[in-house]
């Protein structure tokens, strides 16, 4: 991603956010960054430059609300190298923060191989716990 389209791509800071999702019950959370959006064609743009996975979402009252769209970035190795690119473009100060924490913090208390000793583990809850508070 170049510079510009990095600035372009923080524009998260209107639409989108950045987070620690589970996407298993009995999983930890991990980060993600979703953006969300009526314009599709945007969502697809920002899609070339990050990946990620394109909603739809379902519009219950067509007659009064556009179309809307969600991307949804959940991919550890993407989500880490997205903030790096965009983390200094982020002008809202709590996403900036949440980022910052997650580029680093979540790979020391993130094992390779999802095994968590106590330590560990406690270290993994209070990453998540600060995160939120945020």
Sequence with gaps: MEGWEAAYVA????????????????????PCISIASTDKELLIYVQTLTCGILNTKKNYNPERH???????????????????????YLRVDKKRKRALWILKNYEKVTPRNGKYNTELLAKKIDFEEKFFEI
């Excluded at 524009?11 to 009995?26: A, K, P, Q, V």
């Excluded at 809307?68 to 550890?76: A, C, E």
């Design 11 to 30: 524009g998260i800071d209107g639409e989108g956010s950045i987070s620690l999702t589970r996407m298993h019950e009995n999983e930890y959370r991990r």
């Design 66 to 88: 556009k179309d809307s769209f969600t991307l949804n970035i959940k991919k550890k190795e993407d989500v880490l190298s997205i903030l790096r690119q965009i983390s200094p």
